[in-house]
Each structure stands twice: as structure tokens, then as C-alpha cells.
């Protein structure tokens, strides 16, 4: 059985850069929040509007920037009675020090959930390390020295104020449609994913707090053990929040197979635990591939014809054949490509229950026509897929629209009814206010 351990070094290298930005052994992500929309009560034109909003921003930061990567996620922030409590003391007493809250009021609190949709666009090192401004030498240099500093070194030696100017760039992009998570937030979504089973909570006015975040993240241990099929977490760092360590059990389940086609105004994929990784192409990048494509179906249908294959096989290949060339003439006229992968984690406290959670999800996908099967390497894809937001290659190619149109942001409520960013009242389409 191998053994997958996340460093638990208090100079392990992974810190917050300004307030959104995640620097995790060699990646770095920007982090930035979405607006929610409640797809459950919009009409179908509503939701096709809300994500063709979101398909129109990343096509602008990708018509700027090449290759950008990005991920969707959901995550709820669990808020104790405790927290409340505290929260509330830190402020009154700044005013009335010897106040103390109504013992009815402590008795009637109870816990509350907050839901996100959480953007992560990893920032391209090259950028921010300004390789392009250096010799093939310098580069070389450098390189060697990274070797080394990952080798031996402890310290995190970067340009920070070129990673936050590179930030900054990408979110006058984008800031029309959301805004920066803060740093508490980036804090807790790692956290939360590196102890999936557990609803972290902390106390604000303890050492969790805004100057130690980076600190914290250095210090805390995950401990992953890979088996067939699923892995087990140990979560020894878990007594850092005040909880007990205690195993549990995960899998991540890996999305093979979509419809060919789908309905965008109503295809959820708003999963507990799914996330979708996305890397847009050029349109050089994108023509060739799914000219590569074509023709390998037109060979494979050329090959059924002869063999006489079933007329079912005939006519999906054909499909495909034809879906590729509507594509390539979208790419032409200028339709953003990607690729993708989407994951889905299920956890658990006994095995007994992992299996069937993940029976019922595998159903569920099956009926809408949606392949899931178990990753072979399921601790590297916890740690680098789902943990780091790292993922190493991707299995599906399509246009942006197509994974936008899982309804990731799907919610009932986010920001004040004067904002830009919060969801109408029921029967309203109109989703956002135009900046």
C-alpha cells in the first residue's frame, strides 16, 4: 500500500499572497468569487443568460492571455454559534468592554452555512518570473537553481509584487463580473479540501486568524493512503482547529463520457464535491485538434462501413463527424475552444458508505447519460487534482460554454439587492447590473 503524505513543515512552501493569492509549492492561484444565480427558479432564457455571462468574461481574459487555466468550484463555510458569538464580542467591546450577550440569544443561535462559487485562475510562472526578458543562459540558471531550491531550500524566494501586478492585470479583466475572494476565504477553501469530511470552524480572535493564515497552512498535515479504488485520510491535522483526528474514507470519481450534446439552460452538474479544471486553446491549437479528430472518426467510419457494423455505431460516429466540423467552423469565426476535466469527490466515514454514496452518484450520472468511473491513482488526483488544482493533462476538448454550463454557481443568494453581484427576486431574468 503506498503512501501519499502532503509536507506538514511549518516552512513548507505555500503561503497567501496579498489576499487572494495562493502560492502552493510551485502554483500559484487567483482567487475570485462568482456571482450565484438560482438556476431553480430563472427561466431557461434566465440561466442561458447568466451563463453566457460567465462564458463572455473568461472568453475576454482568454482572448488577453493564452493556454489561461482555471477551475470552478463550490464550497460552503460552516459558521458555528460560537463564531458568532465571538465575532460580535470583538466589535461591541470596542465600545462597551464589560458587555455580555442575553442568555436567550446564546440559547437560539444556531449553526449557519455560507455558499460560494470559488474562481481559481493559476497565474503563469513564466509571466511572473519575467522569463521572456532573459537570456536562454539567465533562463537556464535560473532553472538549475530551482532544482536545487526545491531540493534543499525552505524559504519562498518570489517576486511578489510582480505575481500581485500580474493579478491585478487579470482582474481589471474581470472584475465587471466578480471580485476577489478575501484571504480568509482562500485560508478556509484549502483547509476545507484538505479535511473534506470535516466542517471546519475556528474562532477569528485565536491564533486562526488574518496574520497567521500563511503560518497555519504551512503547518497543517494531511496523511493520504492509496488503495484500489479509494484512500483513506488519517487527518492527524485536524486537532489544529480542535477537532479529532479520525479516518475517513474518499474517492474521486472521474467524469469519461458526456452527451454529445446537451441542453446549456439545464444540464447541472452542481454535484457535492465537483470540480471542473479548464484549459482554453488558441484557435491554432483548437483547429488542429479537432481536424485530427475528424479524421480519425472518418477513418473509424469508413472501417464500420466495411465491417458492416451496426447501424447504432454508424450513425453516432456520423454524429461526430459532424459536431467536429460545425466546431472547426466556430473556431474560425472566433469561438473559444478548451479542454477539461471534471471530478467528483465522494466521502465518508466507513467504506461501507463510500460504496454506496458512490453507487447512487454513478446511477444518477448514468441516467442522464454520463460515464463515471473510479481514478486509478485516486491519492495523487486528491492531492494534485482536487487539493493543489494541478492537473497534469486533460481527458475532454469542447467549447468554453459546454463545462460553463454545469451550474457550479447555482444559488439562492449572495451580496446586497444594490449590488452587482446578487441574485433577483423570483421571476426576475435580469441577473446582473451592467457596470
Not at 365 to 377: E, G, W
Request: glycine residues 4%; contains cysteine; hydrophobic residues 35%.
Amino acid at each position: 500500500m503506498s503512501k501519499t503524505k502532503i509536507v506538514s513543515l511549518t516552512d513548507s512552501k505555500i503561503k497567501i499572497i496579498g489576499d487572494n493569492v495562493l502560492f502552493n509549492n510551485g502554483t500559484l492561484i487567483a482567487y475570485y468569487l462568482m456571482p450565484l444565480t438560482n438556476y431553480n427558479v430563472v427561466s431557461g432564457e434566465g440561466s442561458l443568460y447568466a451563463i453566457q455571462n460567465i462564458t463572455n468574461l473568461l472568453s475576454g481574459l482568454s482572448s488577453q492571455r493564452n493556454n489561461i487555466e482555471f477551475t470552478l468550484q463550490r464550497f460552503s463555510k460552516t459558521i458555528e454559534p460560537t463564531d458568532v458569538i465571538n465575532n460580535l464580542y470583538k466589535t461591541i467591546r470596542l465600545y462597551n468592554p464589560d458587555y455580555d450577550m442575553p442568555t436567550e440569544f446564546i440559547k437560539n443561535l444556531k449553526s449557519n452555512t455560507h455558499e460560494f462559487c470559488l474562481l481559481g485562475i493559476i497565474l503563469d510562472m513564466a509571466q511572473v518570473d519575467g522569463v521572456e526578458d532573459k537570456t536562454m543562459l539567465e533562463t537556464a540558471k535560473d532553472m538549475f537553481a530551482g532544482v536545487i531550491s526545491g531540493l534543499f531550500a525552505t524559504d519562498i524566494n518570489m517576486d511578489e509584487e510582480k505575481i500581485l501586478t500580474t493579478e491585478n492585470n487579470i482582474y481589471n479583466t474581470i472584475r465587471t463580473r466578480c471580485v476577489r475572494a478575501n484571504r480568509e476565504l482562500v485560508f478556509y477553501n484549502y483547509v476545507s479540501k484538505l479535511y473534506p469530511n470535516y466542517d471546519i470552524s475556528y474562532d477569528e480572535l485565536s491564533y486562526v486568524n488574518y496574520n497567521n493564515f500563511s503560518n497555519i497552512l504551512g503547518a497543517v498535515t494531511q496523511t493520504v493512503e492509496d488503495n484500489f479504488g479509494y484512500f483513506l485520510m488519517h487527518n492527524e491535522g485536524v486537532d489544529f482547529f480542535g477537532y479529532t483526528p479520525e479516518d475517513t474514507y474518499g474517492t474521486i470519481l472521474q467524469i469519461k463520457n458526456f452527451p454529445l450534446k446537451i441542453n446549456s439552460e439545464a444540464f447541472s452538474m452542481d454535484y457535492s464535491g465537483m470540480q471542473v479544471n479548464i484549459k482554453t486553446l488558441t484557435k491554432e491549437q483548437a483547429s488542429i485538434q479537432l481536424k485530427r479528430q475528424r479524421a480519425s472518426d472518418k477513418w473509424e467510419l469508413d472501417e464500420a462501413l466495411k465491417s458492416g457494423a451496426e447501424l447504432e455505431q454508424l450513425e453516432d460516429t456520423a454524429s461526430a463527424i459532424e459536431i467536429a466540423t460545425h466546431a472547426i467552423s466556430e473556431v474560425e469565426n472566433g469561438e473559444i475552444m478548451c479542454e477539461f476535466n471534471a471530478n467528483l469527490l465522494v466521502t465518508a466515514l466507513t467504506k461501507e458508505d463510500l460504496r454506496k454514496k458512490i453507487q447512487l452518484v454513478q446511477n444518477d450520472l448514468k441516467d442522464r447519460d454520463i460515464l463515471a468511473a473510479k481514478s486509478l491513482t485516486q491519492a495523487w488526483d486528491f492531492i494534485n487534482h482536487y487539493v493543489k488544482l494541478a492537473p497534469q493533462k486533460y481527458q475532454h476538448m469542447t467549447n468554453l460554454q459546454f463545462p460553463l454550463s454545469f451550474q457550479l454557481n447555482s444559488g439562492s443568494l449572495v451580496g446586497n439587492s444594490d449590488s452587482a453581484f446578487f441574485v433577483p427576486s423570483i421571476g426576475v431574468d435580469k441577473l446582473y447590473v451592467d457596470n
